[in-house]
């Protein structure tokens, strides 16, 4: 609610809160003492609890995270030469049913609020720069991609606003081609998120054509892949131009054939895989 600040101490606070990373309303030093301890009467920062963290020899990283009693669910770090990339859950579990998905296996339980979203974001910062002075030097995170659990566009309401605070200049401050959404079709949703974001888009197809996206990804009987591909294109055309990257699962003897791959065309002519 309103704690009656001046608007450039909302910029003060979340300055300090997504790109110092800092959890203490009492360190914040330059915001007023009366206005830290109204802070501290009424909120906190709070990150999701490890549960459990496994580490790879090539340096990628994943956590199992809590945010309540008894539902888990992922996030993933991969640093590459040029990039570090945090992959994140919208969702603890998923309703689409996805043929070859893990996920899909425990069903739905629940959406994630947009501070569990922007949460896994805010700790891995933590947990990757080590101390808020290194994270204050360089950035820790420089992409996000919302491909972990759940269907991103299926928690609109929560998904919407925790984007907004990845590209803010006062919060995490990170290039609308440096966050990427990726979804497996719902066409509603993309046109809508045409409307209120302007971030990369990325969409599971994983078949040429709708006879087999009809097993593979359930969504599809609802919405086929010419109803998928029209949007892609309105989104396109609404931010100005923006790529569309389609992501396909290699699922030997299923959808890995050389006359599969030659079928990409029936998809539309715009479509040039790479």
């Given at each position: 609610r309103d704690v009656g600040s001046r608007p450039f101490r909302a910029r003060q606070l979340m300055q300090w809160?997504?790109?110092?990373?800092e959890p203490s309303f009492?360190?914040?030093?330059?915001?007023?003492?009366?206005?830290?301890?109204?802070?501290?009467?009424?909120?906190?920062?709070?990150?999701?609890?490890?549960?459990?963290?496994?580490?790879?020899?090539?340096?990628?990283?994943?956590?199992l995270l809590r945010a309540d009693g008894s539902q888990a669910f992922e996030m993933v770090y991969i640093p590459e030469p040029d990039r570090a990339t945090l992959c994140i859950s919208s969702q603890v579990g998923c309703a689409l049913d996805c043929a070859f998905c893990s996920t899909a296996q425990q069903g739905f339980n629940r959406n994630l609020s947009t501070a569990e979203i922007v949460g896994q974001v805010w700790l891995a910062n933590r947990l990757l720069a080590g101390?808020?002075?290194?994270?204050?030097?360089?950035?820790?995170?420089?992409?996000?991609?919302?491909?972990?659990?759940?269907?991103?566009?299926?928690?609109?309401?929560?998904?919407?606003?925790?984007?907004?605070?990845?590209?803010?200049?006062?919060?995490?401050?990170?290039?609308r081609r440096r966050v990427t959404l990726s979804t497996s079709g719902l066409v509603p949703q993309i046109y809508k998120l045409a409307e209120h974001s302007n971030v990369a888009l990325a969409v599971s197809l994983h078949a040429p054509d709708d006879a087999l996206r009809n097993e593979l990804v359930p969504i599809n009987r609802v919405h086929p892949i010419a109803e998928l591909l029209a949007a892609c294109w309105h989104y396109i055309d609404e931010r100005n131009g923006r790529s569309v990257t389609f992501e396909y699962v290699m699922l030997e003897g299923v959808n890995d054939s050389r006359a599969q791959a030659g079928r990409w065309p029936s998809c539309s002519p715009a479509v040039r895989p790479r």
């Open positions: 809160v997504y790109k110092r990373a009492e360190r914040m030093t330059d915001l007023a003492k009366t206005f830290r301890a109204e802070l501290q009467e009424q909120a906190y920062v709070r990150a999701p609890e490890i549960i459990t963290e496994h580490c790879s020899a090539d340096g990628t990283r994943k956590w101390t808020v002075a290194d994270l204050a030097r360089e950035r820790a995170v420089t992409n996000v991609v919302l491909m972990g659990m759940g269907e991103p566009l299926a928690n609109f309401r929560n998904v919407v606003p925790a984007l907004d605070i990845f590209l803010d200049d006062c919060a995490f401050d990170l290039s």
